[in-house]
């Protein structure tokens, strides 16, 4: 866990704000993943990142707004979010060409 | 019809028992699959992965795919209270295609 880190770890946001949420990886890898993960529902997938590009975006509202500036870093920048966006969004990393994903802690997002 | 079907249980037994989880899966594209354990509050963490269909053992944990019938499941001897958690099983479609299909998840708690 320790290498994948995110944060903050908690949010609590309104409607109107704008917030970003910051994941840094120091595991050498150069594919970066971020997920929502709801109560009873399985991990989506939202947005993969490999060498920078981004390779995936997986119908994701444009409320959410990626940005990868190198390998090690995924930001994903958040605003005009609405109450069903409250989630666990959980950054993950691998090589490009394995698939063994290792996640960071998650930040708890709540959108009021 | 989910990819990656799960019973999200709980499923609750005692310490020292063996513990079955399992999940089924839709698509003859995964290539190899993946179980997670999930703490409350944590992210989810990399437990065994397997390309083919067989077994995988790694001490307590044995790792079982069968792709003829599309069934994967992990098993836990002696399971101990610190096995509680959430196990999420994943398939994969391996090369370039970096992307894991969940399952919900099954919770288990290990009573002393």
């Known amino acids: 866990e320790t290498g994948v880190t995110q944060t903050p770890r908690h949010l609590v946001m309104g409607m109107t704000n704008k917030k970003s949420l910051k994941c840094e990886q120091h595991?050498?890898?150069?594919?970066m993943y971020w997920y929502k993960q709801s109560a009873k529902k399985p991990l989506e997938l939202m947005f993969v990142y490999n060498f920078k590009e981004q390779t995936e975006n997986n119908s994701v509202p444009s409320r959410f707004s990626p940005e990868c500036p190198n390998s090690s870093h995924l930001f994903l920048h958040l605003h005009t979010l609405q109450p069903e966006d409250s989630a666990l969004y959980l950054c993950a990393s691998s090589q490009p060409d394995l698939n063994t994903q290792y996640f960071g802690p998650g930040t708890r997002l709540t959108v009021l | 019809q989910k990819e990656v079907e799960q019973d999200p249980g709980p499923l609750s037994v005692p310490e020292g028992a063996i513990v079955s989880l399992n999940c089924t899966y839709s698509?003859?594209?995964?290539?190899?699959f993946m179980w997670y354990r999930q703490y409350s509050r944590k992210g989810p963490e990399l437990l065994m992965y397997?390309?083919?269909?067989g077994n995988k053992e790694d001490g307590r944990f044995t790792a079982q795919v069968d792709k003829s019938s599309k069934y994967i499941s992990l098993f836990i001897r002696d399971s101990q209270p610190s096995d509680s958690a959430t196990y999420l099983c994943?398939?994969?479609?391996?090369?370039?295609?970096?992307?894991?299909?969940f399952g919900t998840g099954t919770l288990l708690a290990v009573q002393p």
């Open positions: 994943a398939g994969g479609y391996g090369g370039a295609t970096n992307k894991l299909i």
């Open positions: 698509n003859s594209a995964f290539q190899y």
């Open positions: 397997t390309y083919s269909s």
């Open positions: 595991l050498g890898h150069n594919a």
